[in-house]
């Protein structure tokens, strides 16, 4: 089955730190990948995504790129802000019009101090 | 346009008590999706609805149901809740199924069973 490991954190930074956020995958056939962001109290928010391989995601800053060879998907920003701080989650879906839900690593939780 | 809400954003039950959680998906949208968010498992996909018709559904056991309306809006059912379903219940539309369709997510539903 599918599934995604992801560092857990907390990871703590500096601002205006280099970010790098580590996610791998297993999955079955040609899945499309996200970075989904939950800010305290609030419900999830997509990130960035990319849809096949070599593709790259990215928005406010952040940028992913997925890579089939090392299924991998490391989100990456070069300068973090304190506005950052919040749990970072990796993510996948099966292609397909009868896909099943998104599967989801356990979270990152990114702590920026001024 | 308004998000997708989830009512009511918190309720607290007893054991062996059964609960009902609503969700309005973005106006036009047709998929609805059902996570369940706890410390423990992290997030787990619940089921997703379209067209009234439940078309995937996780590894959850039979006390979780749901159904979904003509107007899209959905509701999930837990009964007979045990201690271990205190969570958040997090609703999910998209346009259509499958992976290319943006999945937009409410606040959740944050379930606590005493």
């Known amino acids: 089955g599918n599934s995604v490991t992801q560092m857990e954190g907390p990871v703590t930074l500096s601002e205006e730190a280099f970010l790098t956020i580590n996610c791998t995958y297993t999955a079955t056939g040609y899945p499309s990948l996200f970075w989904y962001v939950q800010y305290p109290g609030e419900g999830l928010q997509l990130l960035l995504k990319a849809t096949k391989a070599d593709d790259k995601g990215s928005n406010k800053g952040f940028e992913a790129t997925y890579r089939k060879e090392t299924t991998s998907f490391h989100l990456e920003k070069g300068s973090v802000q304190v506005s950052d701080s919040a749990v970072y989650f990796c993510a996948l879906r099966n292609s397909g019009g009868g896909a099943d839900g998104l599967t989801f690593g356990k979270g990152t939780h990114l702590i920026i101090q001024p | 346009k308004a998000g997708v809400t989830q009512t009511p954003r918190y309720l607290i039950k007893t054991r062996g008590q059964q609960v009902t959680l609503s969700c309005s998906p973005i106006?036009?949208?047709?998929?609805v999706s059902w996570y369940q968010q706890t410390p423990g498992q992290g997030l787990q996909f619940l089921f997703e609805y379209f067209s009234e018709t439940q078309r995937n559904k996780g590894n959850f056991p039979g006390r979780f149901s749901g159904r979904q309306f003509s107007n899209s809006r959905s509701e999930m059912n837990v009964s007979t809740l045990e201690l271990g379903d205190s969570a958040l219940y997090l609703c999910?539309?998209?346009?259509?199924?499958?992976?290319?369709?943006?999945?937009?997510f409410g606040p959740g539903t944050r379930l606590t069973v005493l």
């Open positions: 106006s036009g949208h047709r998929s």
């Open positions: 999910a539309s998209s346009l259509g199924r499958g992976a290319l369709n943006e999945q937009f």
